[in-house]
């Protein structure tokens, strides 16, 4: 076998549609894998998208065809040969023609497409051309074709196999992409090759790996084919005599993959060779780890569990939404994944689920989780929408279903498929969709019967899940007592304190707005003044009525911001606030609800959004919000039987011992209550403690706060909302040290400091702090560390009351409005 890339001497022209006349008959250099905004924009002949409004003015290119082509060399087939023209991923709708024979047309951008070219490749030079229709213009016709169907956003995405979010979200951008996204390759070979290599894995309880490695084979030749398979120092060979095969290996003690926080990691090398007559032809090379799967949903005297269990261990599943990490997929780089995946483990998350707006992730997304223990649950790409169970889009389903299946199999960190998101509710309960039907098919037969066939064919040995959110039998599918949630009343119509009026089973959405970093923020909106409301910022604010939603979500809690850049620290704050409200609750739960998964990780553009990480990497407030409320151990205040109750999560093998000093202090620190309450918290568990009176009622709310630490594990509970509260402004002395790579903050109480923050970015763009939202009670402690490669003149402005904030600061800013 084989195998040639060809990337090299791509061109890029537009061929129809409503072609500006700067671009008209021009042709331009072109990457592969690459897409045509990416190729326009190193032609300087577009705008960056992504800055300031330009998305709207390049909406011209949704209804341009293209036409990518490259000539290169290759020798003609020879007798026998098989010659394949591989293509690993095509957005969308392509015709492929090599040396002027039509190939093919595809409309599937979630899957590869194989062309036999024994009798178009020629000695010498080849010229390949592949021209892209409209996929707005496709969906639009297919749609007209198939029937109209309800969909949350105006275009119709869901009459189109392609990223569901290129069409706009309400946090990513309208810029519908268009491109050879995928490798391709030209693949010789003769005799045979493995078509597939599908290693299904399973420990059995005296801890033997059972490796099956079910095969297929493409014949040129008939010869004597064997398969011989390595793994964990053991070999086993098979004789495939038809065109399939399964080849079984029993690897004894093996060691565990386990989830991060609860063991390691180990990954295998797994070696396919194929021989014929002796000779090896073809090799596949997969990476695989040993661990077990299943999700607890065996009714319960609460409802219906969603409890994953790996290896037999129950785990809270702690983590967030990931949608595609660039709306530009083509851009993302597997260290970009990496540094990604780091900054989940480092927010003291266990799990990611693969929205299915988006794609089914890429190999170097399953590896970095792989490497670092984080289970990933993948969404099958239905989202928000009805969609068509007849063709052609059936067929495309059920293609993309068994490659994607095929493709993933192999990955130890991947531990739920899940049929779509919010089709279930957006059928049973959103208001007015299911009238709109009239009969037609919606879906549901991909997600109740041919989605969970094929994963049971392909893949028996994950757990699969009709939708999420998902309730069993005829229940409302995001009915709390069962199986999994997605609260999304909080942020669209009610306060965050809303999420204690739920006891969700698993919940796997939930979250809150906010603005990018400052940094991140200045760089793609330039217009002046800058406003919530201003043109360029509500380019990049996708939410329908996301402005009233900040403020509304803001005013309960938070005085109102004096100016923009009051209001731009004061929504972060909120948005982090909020989502640790939520996971604190959810995870005070424990083991009734088993799970807590942020909306959403990252961002694909600049936007304002619910993203703890922004597009430019920099972690927004929320981020150390998150790492702080998933800690291994947790000290949360929660009410329990109209009794406020300090509840301690110990996430942890090791049971949590020790004892909770309490304190009710004035925040000028005049020690009012003090208690010392004996902590045993088993292993993975959580424990009640009672807090006397003298703890929780306080002289005067408006300057007391109860203060409750075990080690490193503290709660502060406020007894009324910061808007009402008598902080002192300036609570806080500050020194800079330079130390190596960076600066060292230390910062002293002089009153209660709420949710100390320092955002660094301001400092210097590279600049990232260790930690923040930190409290402290009058006269403590605590150091900051920020680490940059920028040497600061005046290292001063680390202190600066703009980059050195609190809560208190808010308060200032409407003092000054007063
Ligand atoms: C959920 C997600 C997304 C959406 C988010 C925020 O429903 O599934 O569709 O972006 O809410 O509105």
Partial sequence: MMRTTVHDGWRLRAVGGPVP???????????????????????????????DGHEAELAWMHRVDWEYTTVFHAGAAAPGERTDLVFDGLDTVATVELNGDVLGHTANMHRGHRFDVRNSLREGANELTVSLKSALTYAEQAEAGLGRRQRAYPHPYNAIRKMACSFGWDWGPDLQTAGIWKPVRLERWDTARLAQVRPLIAVDSAGTGHVDVHLELDRAADREYTAVVETGGRTERATVAGDTATVSILVPDVRLWWPVGYGDQPLYDLTVTLLADGRPVDRARRRIGFRTVTVDTAPDETGTPFTFVINGRRVFAKGANWIPDDHFLTRITPQRI???IDQAVDANMNMLRVWGGGIYETDDFYDACDERGVLVWQDFLFACAFYAEEQPLRGEVEAEARENITRLVTHPSLVLWNGNNENLPAYADWAGWRDTLAGRSWGHGYYTDLLPRLVAELDPTRPYAPGSPYSPGDLPPNDAH????????????????HYRTHTPRFSAEFGFQGPPTWTTLHRWIHEQPLTPTSPAFLVHQKAGDGDDKLRRGLEPHLPVPADFEQWHWATQLNQARAVAFGIEHFRSWWPRTAGALVWQLNDCWPAISWAAVDSDERPKPLYYAIKHAFAPRLLTVQPRDDRTTLIAVNDHDQPWTGIVQATRQTFAGQVLATAELPLHVPPRSTAHLDLDDDLLKPADERCEVLIATAGDARAHHLFGEDRDLDYDPFPFTADVTPITGGYRIDVRATSYVRDLALLADKVA????????LVSLAAGESYSLLVRTSATLDQPSVLVRPDVLCCANTVARAEDRQR
């Fill in 765 to 772: 763009p590279d600049a990232v702090v260790d930690d923040m």
């Fill in 482 to 497: 069962h199986g999994t949630r997605h609260e999304w009343d909080v942020w669209n119509a009610v306060d965050y304190t």
């Fill in 21 to 51: 006349g700067p671009i008209a008959g021009r042709q331009l250099p072109a990457r592969v894998p690459g897409s045509t905004h990416l190729d326009l924009i190193a032609a300087h002949v577009i705008p960056d998208p992504y800055l």
């Fill in 338 to 340: 990496a540094r990604r």
